[in-house]
C-alpha cells in the first residue's frame, strides 16, 4: 500500500472488493477501481451517490473552504450526468474549535449547496479528541436520475474524442501558493496569479453542462494521481487506447512555475476541477464550446482507439505509483 492517499488497486482488489456485506439486489455499481461513485436502481430510478472525505483548510477562509470541501464531494456524483440533490454531511473538529470557526465554514457549505440546488438531509457534527489536522469528517452525496442517463468513467468507445478542461495541477497550484506563499520561491505577481486557481476546483456545473453539452460516453475528474491516474483509470476500464496530445491540453496561468517550485510533474498531482471527458467525436467541439463559453479552459486533447494504455507522442504514459503532491506538502510544512 501507499503511505498517504487512497489505497492501491491491488488491496482494492483483495480485501476491499470480496468484502461488501449483504447483497440487497438494488446495488447496480459497486465499489469499482477507477470509479468514484456507485449507482442503486430503485423503481426504475438511479440514485448515484459517492462518499469522500472532508479537508477544511482555514488558510483559504473557512467560507470558501466549506465551498470547497463539498464540491468534491459533489462532483463525484456529477461526473455520472445525474444531478447531485441531496447531501449527508459530519463534521469531526478538534476540541478546541472555535464556535465562529465552525459557523462560518457551516455558512459556507449552506452557501454552496443553496446555488446548486442541493438539499442537506441529514448529518453529525462533534468536537472531539484525536482530530488534529484538515481532514475534519466526510460527505455523502445523492442524485437521482434514469439508468439510461448515465454516464461511467469506464465507457470510453474507440472513436470517441477526448476533451480535457482546466488542465493539470490547478488545485495544487491554488493550495501550495496559498499555504506556502513564502516558501516557493516565487515573485509576488506570480504566486497571486497562481493563488487565483482555486477558483478552478470547483468541478460539479462544469460536469453538468458538458453532459448537457453533447453524447458524453465517459468522464472522470482527475483528482489523486492526476491526468496521468485519470486517463489511465478510463483507458483501463474502458479496455481501450488514449492517443493524448499534451501540447492541446489547457495550462492555467501560474501552474508551471508552482509545480517546478515544488519539483512534481504537473500531469501527476492532484487536480481537483480538471474533467477528462471522452465524446461521441462529432460532439466534441460543442463540448469545448460550452464549456468556454461558461469560462472553462477546455480543449479537444485526443482520441480513444483499438488496444489499450494511454500513449502521449508514441510514448506510453504510466500513471503515478502514488500522488507526489503529498511528498511535496509534507516537505513545505516541515521546512522551518
Known amino acids: ?52 472525505p472532508l479537508s477544511v483548510l482555514p488558510a483559504l477562509g473557512l467560507e470558501r473552504a466549506g465551498r470547497l470541501a463539498i464540491d468534491i464531494v459533489l462532483s463525484d456524483v456529477a461526473v455520472s450526468g445525474v444531478a447531485p440533490t441531496h447531501l449527508a454531511i459530519a463534521l469531526t473538529v478538534p476540541p478546541e474549535y472555535p464556535s465562529s470557526d465552525l459557523s462560518a465554514l457551516w455558512r459556507g457549505i449552506d452557501a454552496h449547496a443553496r446555488e446548486l440546488g442541493v438539499s442537506i438531509a441529514t448529518g453529525h457534527t462533534g468536537r472531539y479528541p484525536g482530530v ?54 516565487l515573485d509576488p505577481e506570480t504566486v497571486a496569479t497562481a493563488q487565483e486557481r482555486l477558483e478552478d476546483i470547483p468541478a460539479v456545473e462544469d460536469a453538468l453542462t458538458a453532459h448537457d453539452a453533447g453524447q458524453v460516453t465517459a468522464m472522470h475528474d482527475a483528482t489523486e494521481g492526476g491526468i496521468a491516474g485519470g486517463l489511465n483509470e478510463m483507458a483501463d476500464g474502458a479496455g481501450a487506447r488514449f492517443e493524448i496530445n499534451p501540447d492541446a491540453v489547457p495550462v492555467a496561468p501560474g501552474v508551471e512555475a508552482v509545480c517546478d517550485a515544488i519539483d512534481v510533474d504537473p500531469w501527476h498531482v492532484t487536480s481537483c476541477g480538471t474533467l477528462l471527458i471522452a465524446v461521441e467525436s462529432g460532439d466534441a467541439s460543442d463540448v469545448v464550446a460550452t464549456l468556454e463559453r461558461k469560462g472553462t479552459p477546455a480543449a479537444i486533447a485526443g482520441q480513444v482507439t483499438d488496444g489499450e494504455g494511454v500513449y502521449t507522442d508514441g510514448g506510453r504514459l504510466e500513471p503515478p505509483a502514488s500522488d507526489p503532491s503529498w511528498a511535496a506538502a509534507s516537505r513545505l510544512s516541515n521546512d522551518s
Do not use: C, H
Open 132 to 185: 488534529d489536522s484538515s481532514w475534519i469528517g466526510s460527505g455523502t452525496a445523492l442524485g437521482v436520475g434514469r439508468p439510461d442517463d448515465l454516464v461511467r468513467p469506464d465507457g470510453a468507445r474507440p472513436g470517441d474524442a477526448l476533451v480535457v478542461s482546466t488542465g493539470p495541477a490547478a488545485e495544487v497550484a491554488g493550495l501550495f501558493s496559498t499555504l506556502y506563499p513564502e516558501r516557493l520561491g
Open 1 to 52: 500500500m501507499t503511505d498517504l492517499g487512497k489505497i492501491d488497486a491491488d488491496f482494492f482488489e483483495r480485501v476491499v472488493a470480496p468484502n461488501l456485506g449483504a447483497d440487497s439486489g438494488a446495488v447496480s455499481l459497486g465499489p469499482t477501481a477507477g470509479i468514484d461513485f456507485g449507482v442503486l436502481e430503485v423503481d426504475g430510478q438511479a440514485i448515484v451517490t459517492a462518499t469522500d
